[in-house]
């Protein structure tokens, strides 16, 4: 197997290492960085429904904010 080498940011790798643990932890096994990175790139954006915590005011933001978009493409 060929290996290559990736440059990462210490916060990247931090929570590369972060998802490994909780990994370890679900699956009751060791889990590498390799395994983590598998992980995360099976993985699809409905997958992350529910995941993201959001205030209602948050919410009202971007709604409104969408709005807003819309109403200046549609009169373009």
Do not use: F, H, N
């Not at 590369?16 to 395994?35: F, N």
């Not at 915590?53 to 807003?68: A, G, N, P, Q, T």
């Amino acid at each position: 197997m060929t290996t290559k080498s990736i440059k990462l940011s210490e916060e990247t790798y931090r929570k590369l290492v972060e998802l490994a643990g909780k990994l370890q932890t679900e699956l009751k096994k060791p889990v590498s960085i390799e395994e983590a990175i598998k992980y995360l790139m099976k993985k699809r954006i409905s997958d992350l429904a529910g995941s993201w915590e959001i205030s209602e005011e948050e919410v009202m933001e971007i709604k409104e904010s969408l709005r807003e978009r819309w109403r200046a493409w549609r009169s373009t």
